[in-house]
């Protein structure tokens, strides 16, 4: 029999500890999973204790998921070579500004035969223009990567409330042995082979959650936060078309989890959303709602919003996306 996978979770903020919950019971009863896994933790100190060490001893993320228990064969690790040395599954789950500097610390130190999944909302705006978090992983590691996105949002899915995801895959077999390692019978997942739409939706969601936020915050009512909603989605699907490396974008993605349902739930009760109102009702930077408002949880919407803004301009279609007086104000805003 061959030796059971060893998993590695690269973050352990509010989605990495809530998926920390699922992958440590999967691998407890899965044969074909090694039973520790090893959780990457950003250290820093919480109530003058190592946040490590809190999680080993209390098994719980005081800072980024109080009031949920960990399964005590996750073990936290805050050295990231010694938490991913052999893995043969990754899965990477930090808010997407560090994924680039993680990938580097992690050469050399994983087996191109292991394989990744990313949960990272986010796209990368290189010189060349767009990047997706899965082509960075995949060019500096040199592994596989999938894809899961979808309307998960974290505290719901820590507290088992049922939902559904999508795994985009670009080898069916690491889609379908991902979606073993994460599916449990309150979070189904479908595995999908549109792999750069189901990561391109996670990421320009956000955007549309900023615009919604917009809308709540300067009271304009549920008809013009649906339009915004609509043209959101009508946007992120011509900017998936557009920039599809191989044309493959298919429409009925987006009617997966990864799709419409993420973006309803983000417009409703994401923190981009949030954070959004807030900034349109009292004025201050996003930054400093950032920090006022999220205990240490990062913003995925607005940098993604300013990262799209930079690669429509270099193309000169700015004008032709409503999105782009999102992306306006949040550029003056904070980045
Ligand atoms: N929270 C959700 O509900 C949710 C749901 C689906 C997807 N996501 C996506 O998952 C990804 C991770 O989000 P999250 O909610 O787990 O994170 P988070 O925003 O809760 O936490 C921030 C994390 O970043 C770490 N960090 C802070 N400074 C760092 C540094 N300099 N280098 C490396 N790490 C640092 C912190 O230790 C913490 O683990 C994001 O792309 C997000 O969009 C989140």
């Not at 820093?44 to 999680?55: C, G, H, P, Q």
């Not at 680039?100 to 394989?115: F, H, I, N, Q």
């Not at 949960?119 to 596989?144: N, Q």
Request: net charge negative; hydrophobic share 40%.
């Amino acid at each position: 029999m061959a030796a059971p996978l060893k998993v590695c979770i690269v973050g352990s903020g509010n989605w990495g500890s809530a998926i920390a919950r699922i992958i440590g019971t999967n691998a407890q009863k899965l044969q074909h999973f090694a039973t520790t896994v090893k959780m990457w933790v950003y250290e820093e100190m919480v109530n003058d204790k190592k946040l490590s060490e809190i999680i080993n001893t209390e098994h719980e993320n005081v800072k980024y998921l109080p009031g949920y228990k960990l399964p005590k064969n996750v073990v936290a690790v805050p050295q990231l070579r010694d938490a991913a040395e052999g893995a043969d599954l990754l899965v990477f789950v930090v808010p997407h500004q560090f994924i680039r500097k993680l990938c580097d610390e992690m050469v050399g130190c994983v087996s191109e035969k292991a394989r990744g999944i990313t949960l990272i909302k986010g796209i990368d705006e290189g010189p060349e223009g767009l990047k997706l978090i899965s082509d960075i992983i995949r060019e500096k590691m040199g592994i596989d990567i999938s894809v899961l996105m979808g309307a998960n949002i974290a505290n719901e899915v820590a507290a088992e409330k049922f939902c559904e995801s999508t795994i985009g895959c670009k080898v069916l077999e690491n889609g379908l042995l991902f979606k073993e390692l994460l599916q449990t019978p309150n979070f189904r997942i479908t595995v999908v082979d549109d792999a750069d739409t189901v990561e391109l939706c996670g990421a320009l969601k956000n955007i549309v959650a900023v615009g919604a936020g917009f809308c709540d915050g300067l009271q304009c009512g549920d008809n013009t936060k649906a339009a915004v909603i609509r043209l959101g989605l009508m946007e992120m699907i011509a900017f998936a078309k557009l920039f599809s490396k191989d044309d493959s974008v298919c429409s009925a993605t987006f009617l997966e989890s990864c799709g419409v349902a993420d973006l309803i739930t983000t417009c409703y009760g994401g923190r981009n959303r949030c954070v959004a109102e807030a900034f349109a009702k009292t004025g201050k930077s996003i930054e400093e709602l950032e920090k006022e408002m999220l205990n240490g949880q990062k913003l995925q919407g607005p940098l993604t919003s300013a990262e799209v803004y930079h690669i429509l301009k270099q193309k000169d279609l700015v004008d032709k996306y409503v999105g782009s007086i999102c992306f306006n104000y949040c550029i003056n805003s904070a980045w």
